[in-house]
């Protein structure tokens, strides 16, 4: 099945590339009237140029063609500010973002659709339920410049309300970019977020692998094309102890990951990322600690086959790597106990994959069909009850209003299958608005 899985995401990715057309697609063409919507004020200037040069205009860009940009990422700020020499610019950013839904035969416990959280046994009480929340409602400060002794850098900090549980205010991205260095706290190198399909929901495809974590990264581009990145990262583990035959172990060694990626245009490209983690756990049985090799390996794409055509792919495969995104991230799944061996735990197996096409009626109109699936791949002496795979569908429509308005609105459709063959769908109705400034 894995192997079917790959051979086609493979073949997808392979055609999507050979028939990306010379023409401008309808995506670049909205990006460009966003990016020609802002306004760059220079400093130190009393002549208030009405055109911004080349390099304000790169400025800019370097806002909507980040290599870790996610649909869902504020846009650049309305104002710029740039001295006048373009060696520095700087701006103060965010989104307003509203989003509204409706679940009916069986409601979900948060705003963020997920199959994992699909009830199996449904509540009389919650089979209907509406509500709204201003998750992705953020701010932001980024700065951008050039220096004689460092070179290009680039400052960043995000900070959004997370909405789901609360409306708590918390910090999101924050992190300096010195050449092809990346220092603080940001996407990890083995996410790709920009080849995610857009979607109203937070959460979107059931497969999304989305950590943010802190670490040190090396990125350098070659001829523009060819893209290698190397990461030593500040791990996040779920394991799954019972703290009597097992408890945990803190955490000892940093997580390594790494991706080369090939980009033939702008917003083009298909990428094979990896990481490496180590987890502990100590065996009460034996009285011993013990560590564990996880591992996980994502081959993901974007592309533009014809102007008004987005696809994306993505398909990914390890052992102990579930806290790193998707529905295994709701569980604990890095290591689990070995039903054979008291006192043993082992990084269970596990895959997912992501299709979606995109098109755009008008360059501010557009829609997504998405399908994904992560499926739990553990040995033999798992409770019946136990999450076996999900699956995710969702149609939507987004209207760019203005370069700086949009509005949206969704069906999702998820299914969360049991080892014991018992299963549930679940629906929901979402809509969506926002306002950059």
Known sequence: MLRKIVIASVAFLGASIASSAATKSLVDIQRDSV????????????????????????????????????FQDPDAPYFLFMSKDAKLAMGIGGCVRM?????????????????????????????????TTPAGTCLFFRVIGRNKTLGYYQLYIEANFNGYQSRDFHLKKAYAIINDFTI????????????????????????????TSVLVRWMPTIKNRYTFALSVETPSQ????????????????????????YQWSRGE?????????????????????????????????????WAPVTTYATVSYGKGYGS?????????????????????MYAPASYGWN????????????????????????????????????????????WNLTPRMQ??????????????????????IGAMAQFSF
């Open 35 to 70: 990016i020609a919507s802002h306004r760059i004020i220079y400093l130190n200037d009393d002549d208030k140029p009405k055109v911004y040069s080349d390099s304000a205009k790169i400025a800019i860009e370097s806002f909507y063609y980040d290599q870790f940009r996610h």
């Open 99 to 131: 989003r509204g839904w409706y679940d009916w035969d069986g409601a979900q416990p948060t705003s963020a659709f997920s199959p994992y959280l699909i009830p199996i046994d449904k509540n009389p009480a919650k089979m209907r339920h509406f509500d």
């Open 184 to 211: 603080g706290y940001a996407n990890s190198t083995f996410s790709d977020p920009a080849a995610v399909p857009a979607t109203v929901d937070a959460n979107g495809p059931n497969n999304k692998i989305s950590p």
């Open 238 to 261: 779920q394991v799954d102890v019972d703290n009597v035959r097992t408890s945990k172990v803190d955490s000892w060694m940093p997580d390594f990951a790494a991706f080369a990626q």
């Open 269 to 305: 490209h298909v990428r094979l990322a990896g990481i490496v983690r180590t987890m502990s756990y100590r065996d009460l049985v034996a009285a011993k600690n013990h560590n564990t090799v996880g591992w996980g390996l994502q081959l993901s794409s974007v592309a533009h086959p």
């Open 324 to 344: 790193m995104g998707g529905d295994l991230q709701v569980g604990s799944y890095d290591l689990v106990g070995d039903a054979a061996k008291p006192g043993h």
């Open 355 to 398: 299709i979606g096409l995109q098109y755009n009626f008008k360059p501010n109109l557009f829609s997504t069909v998405t399908a994904s699936q992560t499926r739990y791949l553990p040995k033999n002496g798992i409770d019946g009850n136990e999450y076996k795979y999900g699956l995710f569908f969702a149609a939507n429509v987004f």
């Open 407 to 428: 509005v949206g609105a969704e069906f999702d459709l998820g299914k969360r299958q049991n080892f014991d063959g018992s299963h549930e769908w679940g629906q929901r």
